[in-house]
Each structure stands twice: as structure tokens, then as C-alpha cells.
């Protein structure tokens, strides 16, 4: 095995192949150093030059290795089991330790120019124990100095800690070097601090995992204090396993803290085994919701991310489908206070912590000339602390003195018990939840650019409102990588409605013709034959081009795409390569909100809001299709019917996030296209083809993995499950460590899998040239100002004015625009209707749309014209017939193609609300059924309903219902 | 005699030509390529002015002499059979040819 690959393996591997003596401790440690040398960069310094462009592209996780006293360790692993004894659990395996430990003979800085002279004389508990077991020590890391911050960029040791996985983003903070050097490779395992989310955000961030243990199960002699009654030590790996490992290593009392408790360490790699099921996971609506500054100096609360929140339920999905069972609606009201409280219990611990830095026993102390001891406190501190220092101790200073301390701290404290208590509720095993463990998303957003927020300290300390409420509590967590993103893109074939071919005469629909009956010698390619350019093809591809918003070019030009595939029968398509129609576009994609319902069929207790997805369009040009291929007993048999249709060819940038909004694309490209009339666009017809170009990568990350490719969809559910699926297998390939390969794969529908296809040749072998039998197409403003002429409004800008216009709420609107004809119909109803438009909108999604779907006929083609339609709305509104008269009136009306008023009048359907002939009626009714009226009159009230059927059906239903009702009452009495 | 074209890239070179070729035929093409590459090989040696245009087809089509598109018209071809009885296999209507090479996925 490679050097490489040895520092990208997990602790248990590492552990077993040392123990194994398949590999020696020495080869690993010096696998780390050179995955150190190659990525790392320069350490921090204080007082460093300026960023070069190289330090930009290096992680910087370290302030100071320890390659001696490494190796020395790692000799003494090799050398124990040479002779046969015990090792240690985490023989062999390389760790980082926070700067914030003190580690005998190393410099133990806390990430401060106070402490960066200080070379501690003695080794923090957790760090001893490590060794002990068998690890390795390579060196100290850097992190916000004296751990107060959320993005690694405050210590005063720089170059700071870049994000492995996108180094223009933070690490996290304040243990940025340790997830950082776990998440590069340069180490297996690290040791942390918790205080706010110290540990578990920047794992988050990093994609590792990172755990903040219960308060006092790791002993906190050696740890250099920040907030003692919150800090606590912990692991960060890149797998559970290892986690669970130096956990069981770091843990248990130590008799040099007197907060580390008296609590059993149980056998954590041994319950990994077990798995989840039967544990009771809760998810709660207030880690769902976020708090941000209003940037009026208040606060206000705003639903997450809809990527975070979606993450953190496909987590529980995964859970529900390992056995765990979800409990829904958790209430822990009390989290959005879990900052402001920190804000003044941890300043007061840290600026009483902070005092012993004043320059007389160790660390800094002011070069300047001092008048007295006052001014080298001052000069010492001033010049030895940071600005994230400074804010803490003032901050402390204020919120513990005498007259301001009952305000502030007494009160943080007494919240802190109700923050508690949202935890003992939820966890109480007798309680209404009975949880064993709540899951959340981890950060608030995904690692932010650096620079981003520093700055703004209110800011920053609210990256941590979702992970300080467990510290506040002392309950552990635990951060687990789960924001991997799907990255979609995708390539359309359009089949456009022309009558004929792209460069003959033939047919271009022949869907239904028997196979090689549409061809001609043209595009059979025969020997000898030229290809004549049909300028409806253009006109229609400009007509889309322009309804993408791409940038139509004047001149334009075809080439040949060559290679060989005996549906091409010239062995080369003529396609448009590098001077296509058009350049740019983009298509803004409504994405509807849905209910997320999760397992255990409950109704949807959370909605997820819609949004817009901005779609790029890198792709828009025109090109010939080439014709079919069906397999046969070993054979391929060939029909030329569609050689030569004209295609434009689409393709999406990486923009689409998940298989829903891959979906939602071809829904609004194939209304766009029917609108536009360019294209019947029927997926099952093939006019309208797909292919998926389908990656992932962390979320937020900027660049692209290898991408597979799907093709063979046939309609849009299909591209949504495929899609789906291989999102699915990516994911688990990447969690099991494998790297996805850039296939081809095939949708099979009926099986319902993918495979593998042979690969493509790559671009360069197509050899494209520009096609000498075709002359560039010339696009003049006249030709160009006369298609565009005919480009409507579309559909999203007409649901807009709808909205906006008719007061149609959005759901209305888009039903309404679903179908350009409808949308004409309706505007033109309300025109002759002249009244509330909501009223003529009713009517049509009912009955109107319910007519075209049964006669499978567009709203154009309707007998039932908007004015007749208009009409028959008025007439029920004046009273001349009722409602369901009208509604019948309709399809009358439809069926003869005559006014409404003409069938009202020729068959007596107008209302009648004549009392004489009524009240004759009523008495006929109660005349013929004397036992209902028995039973009226003892009590049964709702027979009136029937007594007023019974008279509408004997006066045909003309009757004024209302008026019968009244009649009969007064009848009956 | 250049080396330019490797027998690698040679090799890649027939099979994008989906051609067979015998070792001793191979390379003698090889051979005569590479010579032939030394007379292209000439044209590096002209400076050329940035903005000297294209000549794609000897004379200037101006929009003038450039045909127009055609119309969207619909002229069938009277025979396809004439065009069918050409194919070394015909059968049922299709064109035969043997199978594509395809790998399943685990």
C-alpha cells in the first residue's frame, strides 16, 4: 500500500494493520509527514509576511510539529510488539492535539502571542492518556486564540486554517486546526474543546466527525480554561469508530480534576455494533427555525436553509429505515436563548481565567519601559491579547460586577435551567418524548468564505446557536457528516414541430409510419447527396432561444460531428460545435413547497416553502437526429424513419440540487415549448429526450466531482427515479470510500436499474470542422425582429400577472397558465365578464377544466367560448337560473355551439321563483308523502332537504331552491 | 524522419478510423505520415498577421450570392425501395446489423 493511502485510513485499520505488523508505526507517522509536507504549508507564526497566492492554496493547521518526539513513540509501538507485549488500543495511530493543550516540552500557546513563548512543564491528562495507548503525537494545532471564536481566523498565529474541502472557506473554529488536519489526511485522529459547539461545529464544517462528550467525563487538567464550567475535551475522527475509540482512551475520573466524575466508562466500540434500533430519535421545529440580527440591532427568527433542513431529514429517514423510530414535534423552546445566555456566563468564567496572564510567571511580558507594576499589567495584556480576548474580558468584567451582576449573570444562569430542562423533558424516560437522542442540523449555514464575518463578533457567536444549547446542559453530541449535495445537470434533445427535416424534404413526424418509409437519399446518405437548410427550423430555435433569455448571434455556423454508429448514416452528425444560434440563457425554476411527511403515515407536520432555482443554460444550438436501433437476438436492426429531424440540443448548467427539481425542469420545458408551439415536446413520443449528468460533493463545496451520465429516460417520473437512484449509489460508493467514476449508464425501465454502457469517445475525437456543404446562417435584425414578433408572454411571466392582476392566489394562477390556450380562454372570459375575476377563475377550474380534460381538447377548441361562458356566470348571478342550472347550461352549450340565452329561453330553464307556482308545487309534495311529514313534525328537522329535492325534481330542477326551503317551512309548521 | 506520430498514437488513430491494419502495412503508413507531417510542419514558419480571416470556401459568400434557406415543404421521395434493395441485409422493414457491445454494471 502507497504512503498515501496510509494516512487516509481510519484508526481501527490503521490500529489492526500496526498490531499485524503488516505495516510498521514508523511508516504511518512518516505517511502523515509527507501528507503534512505536501498540503499544509507554512505553520502559523506571529508576525508572519502577507498571504502569498501559495499560502491560499494550503490548509495551515499546525503551529508546531513534533517529529522527534513521534517518532520516538512510534519506534516504542514497533519496538512492544516486536517482543510481544501489549501496545495499546490506538497502537500506531498519528493524532493532532489543540493548542490549547499543555503538552510537556512543546510550546502550548492557546493561539496567543501571551502564551507564544510558553513551553509547558507538564501534559494535559487527555493527552497523556493517548499516548499511553499507543498513539502518536505529530504536533500542536491552531485554533481561535484561546478558543474564542467559530471560524479558526482569530488566532495570532497565521497563515489561520483553511477548509480542506474548499480552502477560500473557514475551517470552523474555535478547533479549526484540529478538523482541518483530520479532514486533509494529515493526521487520523484529533483532540478538541467544546465550549459553544467548539468542536462539533468545525466538524461539521469540515465533514468529520466530532464529539462533545457530557461535562466532566473528560478530565480537564492540562486544558487551558476558557468557560470552566462548560469546556469540554473531546474526539474528532473522520469515522464514528475512531471517535468511539479515543473516547474510550480519554475518558474517566482523573484525581486532578475535581469535576471529572466518578461515572463508569462504558465499552463505547461495543455499542456501536447494536445500531439504532429501537432508539427514539426526535427532531424538533426549534432547530428548524434560526436566529438572525435584523440588521436593526434586534433579532428576528427565520426557517433554515431548506438544503440543511432537508439533509438532516433524509438523516432520518436513514435512521427510521435502520430501525430507529422518529418522533416528530419535540418542543426545546428554550434554544434561541442559548447564545444570549453564553454571551454572559461564559465572558464571566473567561475573564476571571483570563487574569493570570499578566506578564510576572511565564508567557509575555511587555518589552516597553514601565513606570510602575499597574502600567506592565496593562502594557502586557493590552499588547499580548487579541481583540477576541479583549470583547470576552470587558464583556465579563461587566456582566459580574457588583451592581450589574443579579441583571445579568444571576438571571443567565436561572435560564440556563430552563434550557436544561427543555433537555430533561425530552430525554425523561417517563416523560411525553422518552428520546434517546435528539437529531439537528449542526450549523445554522455551511462553512462561510473567510473573511465573511469577522468582524462581526454577534454575528459569529450565532454560527453556534444550535450546538451551545448541549453544552449549557452538559449533555453530550455528537456531529456526524451528512451534507453531501447532488449536483444534476442536464442535456435536452427538443424535437421541433416543423413539417419537414432539417435538411430534406422528408417528413419530420413519423411516429407512426411503418420503419423506412420516411427517407429519402439525403438523410439515408447516400453517396453524392447535399443538405438544404429548412428556415422554419431556425425560426422556431430562435423563438426558444429567446424564451431561455439566451443572446442570439447574427451569424452562425454548422459542423460535422464525426464518428461511427449505424444509425448515422453519414458516419457524421451535422451539429452546431463552437459558433452556435445562441450563447447563455437561463431558466428560473419555481420549485413548489411540499409537505414532508416522514414515516409512521402522520399527516405532514412540516411544510417545506417553495423557492426559485436559477438554472443556467451553458448549451443552445441546432442539429439532425439520427435514427433508431432496436436489439434483436444479437442483432441490431435499423430505422432511418428519423434521420434528420431537426433537434435543438439544451443543456443545463450544474445547477439542479435533487431529482424533485431535475422533475420540475422538464415539467416547466415542456410547457414552455408547447406554448411556444415549437415542439409537441411528448416524452413517451421522444420529442422531448433527456439525458442526466449526475455528481456529488459536500454541500457547499464549489467545484465538481466526476459526473456519470444517464440516458434513456423516456418520461419525467423516470428521470426523477433514475436520478434518484444513482444519487443513492454515489452516496453510499463515496461512504464506503470508493471514488465514482465518470460512467455511462442506461435506465432500464422495466427492471428499474441502471447499467453500465460502453464509454464514449471524448470530445477531441469527434474531430468537428465546420460544414463546408452548408453556408453559416445569417441571422439579419429583419428575419430576427420578424420571429420575435411572435414571442408571447410566458407562462411564469403570465402566472405573475395573474397573480398580481387578478388577485389569483399562486396555485389558481398556475392552473390557469398551465396551457397557453387556457390562459387566453380565461383572460377573455373575464373581458366579457367584466366582473370579479376569482368568480369567472372558479368557474373555470371546475367545470371548464374538467371539459377540456374529458374531451381531451385544448380551451381554444371549445364550443363553449369565453363569452358564452361570461354569459352564463352573469345569468346565474342575475338570478335567472340557478347554479346548477348553470352548471348544466355548460356543456348545452358546448354540445350545440349556441348562446346561452337562446337554450334558456328554447327549453324553459329560467329559475323559477314565482311563489304561486311554488307553493302549488309544495303542497303537491306534502299532499304525496304524509308519513315524512309525520316524521318532520315529531322532530326529524332534516327532512327538509328532502321535501325541497322533492319539489326540484318535479318542477325540473328550476325551482328557486331557497325559496322552496322557505315556502316548505312555512308549510310545515 | 520525425517521431511525431508514435505507434501509441497511431494505434488510437486506427481504431477512431475503425480500420485493421497488418504490422508491416502499420508502419509503412506510420512512416509515411510522419514525412508528411514534415511538409505541414512548413506552415509554422509563415508569421501571420492576428487578424488574417478564414478562406472556408475560395470565394466570399456575400448575403447576396448566398442561397436562402428553404421552405418548410413537404416533397416525399417516390422510391424508398430503390434505396432499401441497396443494403447487404434487409429484413421486415429494418436494416440488419450485429450487436453492440454493452457491460453490465454490479
Not at chain 1, 439525403?522 to 431561455?548: D, F, H, I, Q, Y
Not at chain 1, 412540516?606 to 438554472?615: A, D, F, L
Not at chain 1, 434528420?644 to 422538464?666: C, F, H, I, K, N
Not at chain 2, 422493414?93 to 454493452?102: F, S
Amino acid at each position: 500500500m502507497t504512503a498515501t493511502e496510509l494516512c487516509d485510513l481510519s484508526a481501527i485499520q490503521i490500529r489492526e494493520m500496526v498490531r499485524r505488523r503488516e505495516v510498521s508505526a514508523i511508516e504511518v507517522l512518516d505517511a502523515c509527514l509527507e501528507r503534512i509536507a505536501a498540503v499544509d504549508g507554512r505553520p502559523g507564526r506571529l508576525d508572519p509576511d502577507g498571504l502569498t497566492p501559495e499560502d491560499e492554496q494550503r490548509v495551515h493547521a499546525f503551529i508546531s510539529l513534533t517529529p522527534e518526539r513521534a517518532r520516538a513513540q512510534a519506534a516504542e509501538v514497533d519496538r512492544k510488539i516486536a517482543v510481544g507485549e501489549d501496545p495499546g488500543p490506538l497502537a500506531g495511530v498519528p493524532f493532532s492535539v489543540k493548542d490549547i493543550f499543555c503538552v510537556q516540552g512543546t510550546p502550548s500557546t492557546a493561539g496567543s502571542r501571551i502564551l507564544a513563548n510558553f513551553i509547558a512543564p507538564y501534559t494535559a491528562t487527555p493527552v497523556a492518556r493517548l499516548e499511553a495507548a499507543g498513539a502518536v503525537m505529530v504536533g500542536k494545532v491552531n485554533l481561535d486564540e484561546f478558543t474564542f471564536g467559530s471560524s479558526n481566523e482569530s488566532s495570532a498565529f497565521k497563515p489561520t486554517p483553511r477548509n480542506p474541502w474548499d480552502l477560500s472557506r473557514v475551517p470552523g473554529g474555535s478547533s479549526g486546526g484540529s478538523t482541518a488536519s483530520v479532514a486533509a489526511g494529515e493526521v487520523i485522529l484529533s483532540l478538541g474543546t467544546d465550549t459553544a459547539g467548539s468542536i462539533r461545529q468545525p466538524a461539521a464544517f469540515c465533514g468529520v466527525v466530532g464529539v462533545k462528550p457530557t461535562y466532566g467525563r473528560v478530565s480537564r487538567y492540562g486544558l487551558i480554561a476558557f468557560a470552566s464550567s462548560i469546556d469540554c475535551p473531546g474526539p474528532i475522527a473522520r469515522d464514528v469508530t475512531g471517535a468511539a475509540m479515543m473516547l474510550q482512551v480519554i475518558a474517566g475520573a482523573d484525581p486532578r480534576d475535581a469535576t471529572a466524575a466518578h461515572v463508569p466508562v462504558p465499552d463505547y466500540t461495543a455499542g456501536l455494533e447494536r445500531g439504532v434500533r429501537g432508539l427514539r430519535i426526535g427532531l424538533s421545529p426549534d432547530y428548524f427555525r434560526i436566529t438572525v440580527p435584523d440588521g436593526q440591532g434586534g433579532f428576528t427568527q427565520t426557517a433554515i436553509a431548506p438544503e440543511i433542513e432537508a439533509a438532516v431529514r433524509r438523516a432520518a429517514q436513514l435512521l427510521a429505515e435502520a430501525g430507529a423510530e422518529i418522533v416528530e414535534d419535540v418542543p426545546m423552546p428554550n434554544t434561541r436563548y442559548g447564545i444570549p445566555v453564553y454571551f454572559v456566563i461564559s465572558r464571566v468564567e473567561a475573564a476571571s481565567n483570563l487574569h493570570r496572564y499578566d506578564g510576572v510567571k511565564y508567557g509575555y511580558r511587555t518589552p516597553q519601559r514601565v513606570a510602575d507594576l499597574g502600567e506592565m499589567y496593562r502594557k502586557t495584556r493590552a499588547e499580548g491579547f487579541g481583540q477576541q480576548p479583549k470583547l470576552r474580558i470587558l464583556m465579563g468584567m461587566y456582566v459580574s460586577a457588583a451592581q450589574y451582576s443579579e441583571q445579568y449573570y444571576t438571571r443567565a444562569l436561572r435560564v440556563r435551567t430552563l434550557i436544561r430542562r427543555d433537555f430533561e423533558q425530552a430525554f425523561d424516560p417517563n416523560g411525553p418524548y422518552r428520546l434517546d437522542a435528539l437529531l439537528t442540523p449542526t450549523t445554522p449555514t455551511t462553512a462561510f468564505p473567510i473573511g465573511a464575518i469577522y468582524g462581526d463578533s454577534v454575528l459569529m457567536q450565532y454560527a453556534d446557536q444550535l450546538t451551545v444549547p448541549a453544552d449549557h446542559a452538559g449533555v453530550p453530541g455528537i456531529s456526524i457528516p451528512g451534507g453531501l449535495e447532488a449536483v444534476i445537470g442536464l442535456e435536452t434533445h427538443i424535437q421541433l414541430n416543423t413539417l419537414t427535416k432539417i435538411f430534406c424534404g422528408c417528413k419530420a413526424d413519423s411516429w407512426f409510419d411503418p420503419p423506412n418509409t420516411n427517407i429519402c437519399p439525403v438523410c439515408t446518405g447516400l453517396p453524392g447527396v447535399l443538405p438544404v437548410l429548412n428556415r422554419t427550423v431556425v425560426e422556431k430555435a430562435v423563438l426558444l432561444a429567446a424564451a431561455m433569455h439566451a443572446q442570439i448571434q447574427p451569424l452562425s455556423y454548422f459542423d460535422r460531428k464525426n464518428y461511427f454508429y449505424p444509425d448515422l448514416p453519414k458516419g457524421y452528425q451535422i451539429s452546431q460545435y463552437d459558433r452556435p444560434l445562441a450563447k447563455g440563457g437561463y431558466l428560473e425554476l419555481p420549485i413548489p413547497g411540499r409537505d414532508l411527511d416522514l414515516s409512521s403515515g402522520r399527516s405532514g407536520a412540516h411544510t417545506s416553502q417553495g423557492y426559485i432555482r436559477y438554472v443556467s443554460i451553458t448549451k443552445l444550438h441546432i442539429e439532425e437526429d439520427a435514427g433508431k436501433t432496436k436489439n434483436e437476438d444479437g442483432r441490431r436492426l435499423i430505422d432511418f424513419n428519423r434521420c434528420g429531424v431537426p433537434l435543438v440540443e439544451m443543456v443545463t448548467g450544474p445547477d439542479l440540487r435533487s431529482a424533485d427539481e431535475a422533475a420540475q425542469y422538464l415539467i416547466r420545458l415542456r410547457q414552455l415549448l408547447r406554448w411556444l408551439g415549437v415542439s409537441e415536446a411528448d416524452m413517451e413520443k421522444a420529442h422531448l429526450r433527456c439525458d442526466a449528468n449526475v455528481s456529488i460533493r459536500p454541500k457547499g463545496a464549489q467545484y465538481l466531482n466526476p459526473k456519470t451520465e444517464i440516458k434513456n429516460v423516456n418520461s419525467i417520473d423516470a428521470v426523477r427515479t433514475a436520478i434518484a437512484a444513482e444519487i443513492e449509489r454515489q452516496i453510499r460508493e463515496v461512504e464506503a470510500g470508493r471514488q465514482v467514476e465518470a460512467w455511462t449508464l442506461e435506465w432500464d425501465e422495466d427492471a428499474g436499474v441502471l447499467r453500465k454502457m460502453r464509454s464514449k469517445e471524448t470530445e477531441a475525437d469527434y474531430r468537428y470542422f465546420k460544414e463546408p456543404d452548408l453556408l453559416p446562417i445569417r441571422l439579419d435584425d429583419a428575419w430576427r425582429d420578424a420571429i420575435l414578433a411572435q414571442l408571447p408572454e410566458l407562462p411564469l411571466e403570465r402566472r405573475a400577472r395573474f397573480v398580481r392582476q387578478y388577485g389569483l392566489p399562486e396555485y389558481d394562477a398556475d392552473i390557469l397558465t398551465g396551457e397557453r390556450s387556457l390562459s387566453e380562454y380565461y383572460e377573455a372570459a373575464v373581458q366579457a365578464y367584466g366582473g370579479d375575476p376569482k368568480r369567472v377563475s372558479n368557474w373555470m377550474m371546475n367545470d371548464v377544466l374538467r371539459m377540456v380534460n374529458e374531451l381531451g381538447v385544448s380551451a381554444g377548441e371549445l364550443r363553449l367560448k369565453p363569452a358564452y361562458l361570461a354569459e352564463i356566470i352573469k345569468l346565474v348571478d342575475a338570478g335567472t337560473v340557478n347554479t346548477s342550472t348553470g352548471k348544466s347550461l355548460l356543456l348545452k352549450v358546448q354540445e350545440t355551439g349556441r348562446p346561452p340565452a337562446d337554450i334558456v329561453q328554447a327549453e324553459g330553464l329560467a329559475k323559477v321563483s314565482d311563489d304561486a307556482a311554488i307553493r302549488a308545487v309544495a303542497g303537491e309534495v306534502l299532499a304525496e308523502n304524509p308519513k315524512e311529514v309525520e316524521s318532520y313534525k315529531a322532530g326529524k328537522v332534516t327532512l327538509l332537504g328532502w321535501f325541497v329535492g322533492q319539489v326540484m325534481r318535479k318542477m325540473g330542477g328550476k325551482a328557486d331552491p331557497n325559496l322552496a326551503r322557505k315556502i316548505l317551512e312555512e308549510l310545515l309548521r | 524522419m520525425s517521431e511525431e506520430i508514435s505507434p501509441q498514437i497511431f494505434e488510437h488513430l486506427v481504431q477512431l478510423a475503425a480500420l485493421e491494419l497488418g504490422a508491416e502495412e502499420a508502419e509503412y503508413l506510420r512512416r509515411q505520415l510522419n514525412n508528411q507531417l514534415g511538409a505541414i510542419h512548413e506552415l509554422e514558419a509563415i508569421p501571420l498577421d492576428p487578424d488574417l480571416a478564414i478562406t472556408s470556401h475560395g470565394i466570399p459568400y456575400t448575403p447576396q450570392i448566398s442561397p436562402a434557406p428553404r421552405a418548410d415543404e413537404w416533397r416525399p421521395f417516390a422510391h424508398p425501395e430503390d434505396i432499401l434493395s441497396q443494403a447487404p441485409q434487409f429484413e421486415d422493414g429494418y436494416i440488419v446489423v450485429p450487436d453492440i457491445p454493452h457491460e453490465e454494471l454490479e
